[in-house]
């Protein structure tokens, strides 16, 4: 549960405490379900007696949006489908069936025997209109871990992971490139459709155009569709996840994005302080070993956080201060470097040969200077000692659909690290940056002195063969 009124950016917080997961574990039995409804009306009482009493209060608060329990059966999918799914209806029939009439309706509709449903006195609520998408039981572990991987079983250069992948949302990052090549072009077009609406779908904020992209990539998936059943990967597609696609549009516009009621938050607390402090007991008496866990938890979050505020301080490889708090209109494409090089005066022999492997430094910095530095007569020599850095972090303007934060940028090139003493070493890491063609970045520095002043960092790269013609299917 949340409230409406709590910025996105807090309510992703996990510290910040701003959703609370009142979801019983043992949903899957008629005790569990009535449980859970007891529980609710008990939490939303108090919205009850606003209405019948009346209080001195600025606003009353409604149930507005809801991603959990009505009162059906999880494979009666079609709620907002049918005249029958409206809670005046709904509560007639479970009165019926309390009345031991045995009404056709209450099978036919895949209702569970709960008789007294939390929503059922809640004021101004229709609880079949506030369902809303969930990306990541319908999306992420729905639509992608499911179906769409499944898709793809039998192709060479696709990997099953027989032990589960451990970020469907990173994965999803790859999975175009992965299958572009490796799987025909008609299978191509039902993977794009689908990472396309997952995408548009993931939005924090929706416009007219972005509403039109959703629903032009559910039809692209709807018309490409057939091919899966032509090729034998699947028989059917009555699923229910990809029919609650359909309501995707009509959800964020009465609601606004789906990012204000996704249960991704609500997981990854339960991972954390249930899962994995389980799975850290002797599986007996677990309860009591779970307690101290959670507590210990509580506490290494918090030293945690303390640390990294002190390195910034500290640390030589610290980051100066990113500029949050700059108004978006004011923010420019910046960079953000350490203040002290991680490593000084490094010649360039260590520079080409042992550490960074920039083969060619001498000759692409002597052009450097030809073209920009006009006035330099020095000319580069192995001689010569560059300041040099681990990383760069390129700060530009928050996209808003995505986030109101700056987006940060961080480009590595860190050479490896041998083991000492105690201390694990490192591989190397040179990350590849996109500017008019993809690159790789294997040193970045500041220019010496003598060669003239030169304000901003240089970096060395290796470009990569250009880029070919689009791939119109990908």
């Not at 992703?12 to 949903?27: I, K």
């Not at 009353?60 to 009666?76: E, F, Q, T």
């Not at 992608?144 to 032990?163: E, G, T, V």
């Not at 002195?449 to 299917?473: C, K, M, N, V």
Request: glycine share 4%.
């Amino acid at each position: 549960m949340s409230i409406g009124n709590i910025t996105k950016a807090k309510r992703c917080q996990t510290l910040v405490r701003a959703t609370l997961d009142c979801f019983t574990p043992d949903a899957c039995s008629l005790a569990g379900y009535r449980l859970f409804h007891y529980c609710m009306r008990l939490l939303l009482h108090s919205l009850i007696t606003t209405r019948n009493d009346g209080v001195d209060m600025h606003v009353c608060p409604i149930l507005a949006v809801y991603c959990l329990v009505s009162c059906y059966k999880k494979n009666h999918w079609d709620v907002l489908d049918s005249v029958m799914y409206d809670p005046e209806s709904t509560k007639d029939i479970l009165q019926w069936c309390k009345n031991s009439q045995h009404p056709l309706e209450f099978k036919e509709n895949g209702l569970h025997a709960i008789y007294n449903p939390f929503w059922a006195n809640m004021p101004h609520t229709d609880i079949f209109l506030a369902l809303t998408p969930d990306l990541l039981h319908q999306i992420h572990k729905g639509m992608f871990k499911d179906h769409l991987i499944k898709w793809f079983p039998d192709y060479p250069r696709l990997q099953d992971f027989k032990k589960g992948i451990p970020n469907h949302k990173e994965m999803q990052q790859v999975f175009m490139g992965i299958l572009t090549r490796a799987v025909p072009s008609c299978m191509l077009a039902v993977a794009h459709a689908i990472l396309n609406f997952s995408y548009y779908a993931q939005l924090h904020i929706h416009m007219a155009e972005s509403l039109e992209a959703l629903q032009t990539a559910l039809a692209a998936f709807h018309t490409n569709k057939d091919i899966l059943k032509e090729l034998s990967i699947h028989e059917h597609f009555n699923i229910p996840k990809i029919h609650q696609l359909t309501h995707y549009v009509w959800s964020f516009s009465l609601f606004g994005a789906a990012d204000g009621f996704n249960t991704e938050l609500s997981e990854c607390l339960h991972i954390d302080f249930a899962e994995d402090a389980y799975h850290a007991s002797n599986k007996q008496d677990f309860e009591e070993q779970m307690q101290p866990l959670f507590a210990a938890g509580h506490t290494a979050v918090s030293h945690s956080v303390l640390d990294l505020d002190l390195d910034l301080d500290s640390d030589s490889e610290g980051e100066a201060a990113i500029p949050y708090a700059t108004p978006a209109d004011e923010l420019q494409v910046t960079y953000v470097l350490a203040k002290t090089p991680a490593h000084l005066y490094q010649s360039v022999q260590n520079i080409v040969y042992a550490h960074h492997g920039a083969t060619d430094f001498i000759p692409a910095l002597q052009s450097f200077l030809r073209t920009n530095l006009l006035h330099n007569t020095l000319i580069p020599g192995i001689q010569d000692c560059f300041d040099v850095y681990h990383q760069l972090v390129i700060v530009m303007p928050p996209a808003f659909q995505v986030s109101d934060a700056p987006m940060c940028r961080h480009i590595q090139a860190t050479p490896e690290r041998l083991a000492s003493g105690r201390k694990p070493g490192c591989p190397a890491h040179f990350n590849m940056v996109l500017i008019s063609d993809v690159a790789q970045v294997y040193m970045i520095f500041s220019l010496s002195h003598q060669f003239g002043e030169y304000s901003r960092a240089l970096a060395y790269i290796e470009w990569f063969t250009p880029f070919r013609p689009p791939d119109t299917s990908s």
